[in-house]
């Protein structure tokens, strides 16, 4: 079985920055991509990020230039640098994976969610 396991999120004010980070667990041989959607209220989950195991990295037009995402491909982990947080970032971020587990093949995982408030 192979769990994400996400943290990180909380409350922040407009301009403020905060690190979301998930770690991949189970019986993993890769993972690719790894990254980060995010679903607000009322509205459908959208990518927010996604970064390959060679290092190419997808992100939402909404989010480039302040949000950056990085891997460990070695520790299966993904962190989620946002900096200048706007109230329109308020969502719950889930980490999602696609993984190669010994037994199943391909699999998609998605993390529990983690809650970003942005707000004054």
């Known amino acids: 079985q192979v769990q994400l396991v996400e943290s990180g999120g909380g409350l922040v004010q407009p301009g403020g920055s905060l690190r979301l980070s998930c770690a991949a667990s189970g019986s993993i041989f890769s993972v690719n991509p790894m990254g980060w959607y995010r679903q607000a209220p009322g509205k459908e989950r959208e990518l927010v990020a996604t970064s390959t195991l060679g290092g190419t990295t997808n992100y939402a037009d909404s989010v480039k230039g302040r949000f950056t995402i990085s891997r460990d491909n070695a520790k299966n982990t993904v962190d989620l640098q946002m900096n200048s947080l706007k109230p329109e970032d308020t969502a719950v971020y889930y980490c999602?994976?696609?993984?190669?587990?010994?037994?199943?093949?391909?699999?998609?995982?998605w993390g529990q969610g983690t809650l970003v408030t942005v707000s004054s």
């Open positions: 999602y994976a696609r993984a190669i587990v010994a037994g199943r093949g391909n699999v998609e995982v």
